[in-house]
């Protein structure tokens, strides 16, 4: 099981050379508690956190990376906040293939951990990911590099990397089996914006090649610190805009626009809008979804679910619709963001005695 499943549907490669690490086929599960609180009885989570690397840029990278393979490339530039520079770390090093990754500013301690366990090359780079014109520079420059005939600039985005974003498009390929009814509304976080076009295009081709009666509305998510196309589709507005980013939340700091443009127009054309989340909400639902939903995940995860909320409570989500939140990343990815969650981890050693009297204590829920 794994992206190749969908072979028909995304970047030919000659099977020798389809590399996999279990990637894709990951679990659609109801809400118990948020969704019914909200009034939503029908609200899904995408479980993309549970992937080999633990976010959902692995069907990016399997699907680049052996189509690196296929043209006998032998070294990988990737741009990353963490979840595309692990996904890639990963997979190039079941390749054989050197991987370079230049760093956002701020990518968590943890996730660079990740990569050099895969034995990735790191460039933290000041400015990038924030200061839109260091932005374009790095972008450019691995352009540059990329374009040698040993090397190959992926980038999970189509503008940069067209035939692994076919990988992801499998999430949309993936979702309508998994459920009993049609699905109405898709959330999904975007930086980028590569994601929810993928998944548009996922349930396009199941429309043409499949007889999906129906494509869901695909839903634009961004924080508020970096909302380069959320309110432009929401506006009704064609094209998106170049920001200084001020989110905090990591994996959603992308200030150039990328596939933004492209996303206004894929996602618009199937009724989906915009939708802008602050990050203290973002960080409040993260503590949610673990603690009453049994998902752990990162912040750029809970955007999802917090706008699906806030849809709700405007009355732009009808009580019985069928939605699904996408769940990008696992928690293990950002340390900084689970303290702020739990407090400092001060689990100090008692005695048996204390235990003892502790668990029979009747706790009060």
């Known amino acids: 099981m794994s992206v190749w499943t969908w072979a028909e549907a995304i970047e030919p490669v000659p099977p020798q050379h389809r590399l996999t690490l279990g990637e894709g086929h990951t679990p659609l599960v109801a809400s118990r508690s948020i969704g019914p609180r909200a009034g939503l009885s029908g609200l899904f989570f995408k479980l993309e956190n549970l992937s080999a690397t633990g976010s959902y840029k692995d069907r990016f990278a399997a699907v680049a990376v052996s189509d690196m393979l296929a043209r006998g490339q032998t070294r990988c530039l990737a741009t990353s906040s963490g979840n595309t520079g ?4 990963a997979y190039c090093a079941a390749a054989g293939i050197d991987c370079h ?4 500013e701020t990518a968590p301690l943890e996730k660079c951990r990740q990569l050099l366990a895969y034995g990735a090359r790191l460039h933290r780079i000041r400015g990038f990911g ?9 972008l450019s420059a691995l352009q540059e590099f990329g374009t040698r005939p040993d090397s190959a600039m992926q980038i999970s985005a189509y503008r940069y990397s067209p035939r692994g974003m076919t990988g992801v498009q499998t999430i949309g390929l993936e979702l309508p089996a998994q459920v009993t009814a049609p699905i109405d509304h898709v959330f999904c976080p975007a930086g980028g914006c590569g994601a929810a076009v993928a998944i548009a295009r996922g349930f396009r081709w199941l429309a043409a090649h499949r007889g999906l009666a129906r494509v869901p509305r695909i839903e ?23 920001i200084v980013c001020e989110t905090k939340i990591s994996g959603l700091q992308v200030p150039n626009l990328i596939d933004g443009n492209l996303a206004i127009a894929e996602c618009g054309s199937t009724g989906g809008t915009g939708h802008i989340v602050d990050d203290d909400e973002i960080w409040h639902v993260q503590s949610r979804l673990a603690r009453e939903e049994g998902i752990f995940c990162e912040p750029a995860s809970a955007a999802a679910t917090a706008a699906v909320l806030r849809a709700a409570a405007a009355g732009e989500v009808p009580p019985d619709a069928v939605v699904v939140a996408l769940v990008t990343g696992s928690g293990f990815k950002d340390a900084p963001s689970i303290e702020r969650m ?11 005695a204390d235990f003892r009297r502790a668990v029979a204590t009747p706790t009060t829920v």
């Open 86 to 89: 692990a996904a890639l770390a």
């Open 101 to 104: 990754v230049a760093l956002v």
């Open 342 to 352: 739990t407090g400092p981890a001060a689990i100090p050693v008692v005695e048996f």
């Open 220 to 242: 634009i998510v961004q924080p508020r610190g970096n909302d380069t196309i959320a309110s432009a589709l929401r506006r009704g507005e064609r094209e998106g805009r170049e």
């Open 130 to 138: 924030f200061r839109p014109e260091v932005t374009a520079e790095v």
